[in-house]
């Protein structure tokens, strides 16, 4: 079917506001390794994976055929059941996990759920709704994690389940702070306190943060971030939260989950989208004091580590690990974030270039340093023109998003940044003209 009916059926019967990508948006239809496929037959190096999902990539054979032999036997039979494939699994992850002592794994169908679940252990263990966020942050589109995103944009209602503070996100590109004569002093990690001290009873459950904000455009946290908060969540009890849909498995090169940059021992983990390379799977790691504060047989998760996500999920995990694909993504990001950092000595429209491994972004901006999302659209849609697919985020939607499977070869990632050099003076030309 052609791309352009289909698009007219997709407005007749899905909600309008599923936003989809490019002008004349595209269907894939089939992937191999880091590229990808559309129903016209274009192909694509896919830096997107998926929204940061397709860790591996598509159609990895090692994973397929587990996935292939579980449906062959049985789809589902509920956590009724034992399912070896779902013990295995968290077996597997405890023994990965950067957290001590002993801990147990639950398993949900997505990164929303994953946080939801987290914050219901959270507060209970604590005995307390209150929760502190980090502005710009994305935990998720359900109800509860709605309630603990910072971004306007991702929450279509203000009501919240939990009782919610934001702290300072730590942005050093446009950090007020930062401004200070002597620099970063780590002062966004001191608003956690001021936070807890202004916005709460001072009784509060958990603090919750990404390592590097996704959805919030690639946002690092500077050296120290992490340590400096610890300190102030350890004077009072609050668990810290390392929500790792995005930064798990390798993705920030140097470390296997993003957390590790830093020195800190966070509570609980919450993973999705690179946990089953596609496959709907998500779970929270932690802590089995906090994991088995609820009495028994007070929740469930029907589809939580189902026999075919598991299987899949654990033939993917072993294939990251068997094939160092974290290694592969410091090298290959290393190389990358080179050539960003390069183009943005000579093109002004890249505000900075920031993340690690393969999560990297570029934050573009007006002249006046303003954000650009107009620059974004076209800097996604001109790439896309040119074989190469990127994401976008960001509170003002101008931040390109670069996250191809930790797969990807130094050949494609030079293929890549010759498009991104290329389509930045496109950009850049059109801004002096228009
Ligand atoms: C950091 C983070 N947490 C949670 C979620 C929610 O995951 P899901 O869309 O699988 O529910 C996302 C999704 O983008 C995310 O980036």
Excluded at 97 to 125: H, R, W
Excluded at 224 to 252: H, N, P
Excluded at 280 to 307: C, W, Y
Excluded at 356 to 367: A, K
Aim: include cysteine.
């Amino acid at each position: 079917m052609r791309p352009e009916e289909l698009y007219e059926r997709h407005k007749a019967a899905l909600p309008e506001w599923i936003s989809l990508y490019y002008e004349k948006p595209i269907e894939l239809v089939r992937g191999e390794g880091f590229k990808v496929f559309d129903s016209e037959g274009n192909e694509y190096l896919d830096f997107f994976g998926g929204i940061v999902t397709t860790i591996s990539g598509h159609a990895v054979p090692e994973i397929v055929e587990a996935v292939r032999e579980q449906a062959g036997k049985i789809f589902h039979s509920s956590t009724l059941y034992l399912i070896e494939k779902q013990v295995e699994l968290a077996e597997k992850l405890i023994s990965l996990s950067p957290i001590s002592g002993d801990q147990k794994v639950f398993f949900v169908g997505s990164g929303s759920e994953a946080n939801e679940a987290a914050m219901l252990f959270a507060t209970t263990y604590r005995s307390s709704s209150e929760i502190i966020a980090l502005r710009s942050s994305y935990h998720g589109g359900s109800f509860g994690t709605m309630g603990i995103t910072g971004q306007g944009s991702w929450r279509p209602t203000p009501r919240s389940a939990l009782d919610v503070a934001y702290a300072m996100n730590p942005y050093h590109y446009r950090c007020p702070f930062c401004k200070h004569e002597r620099g970063c002093t780590l002062a966004c990690a001191d608003d956690v306190r001021s936070v807890i001290e202004t916005a709460t009873t001072g009784h509060v459950a958990a603090f919750i943060a990404e390592p590097i904000q996704g959805v919030g455009g690639f946002i690092e946290a500077p050296p120290g971030y992490f340590e400096r908060v610890k300190e102030i969540l350890d004077e009072t009890g609050i668990l810290l939260i390392s929500d790792e849909v995005q930064t798990a498995f390798g993705r920030t090169g140097d470390h296997f989950w993003g957390i590790e940059a830093f020195e800190v021992e966070p509570d609980l983990i919450t993973m999705a989208k690179g946990l089953g390379n596609g496959l709907a799977i998500g779970a929270v790691m932690g802590r089995a004091e906090i994991i088995d504060s609820l009495s028994p047989k007070q929740h469930i998760s029907t589809f939580g580590g189902n026999p075919i996500s598991t299987a899949g999920a654990l033939a993917n995990l072993n294939y990251i690990l068997e094939n160092d694909l974290q290694r592969n993504a410091a090298e290959v990001g290393g190389y990358l974030k080179e050539r960003l950092l390069k183009m943005a000595e000579e093109h002004p429209v890249v505000g900075e270039v920031r993340g690690r491994g393969l999560m990297l972004g570029v934050e573009l901006v007006r002249p006046d340093g303003e954000p650009d999302p107009q620059a974004a659209v076209r800097f996604l849609e001109a790439c896309r023109e040119r074989g190469v697919l990127v994401g976008k985020g960001g509170i003002k939607a101008n931040a390109i998003r670069i996250s191809p499977p930790l797969t990807v070869t130094r050949e494609a990632a030079k293929e890549a940044a010759d498009v991104f050099e290329e389509v930045l003076s496109e950009v850049e030309t059109k801004e002096r003209v228009g």
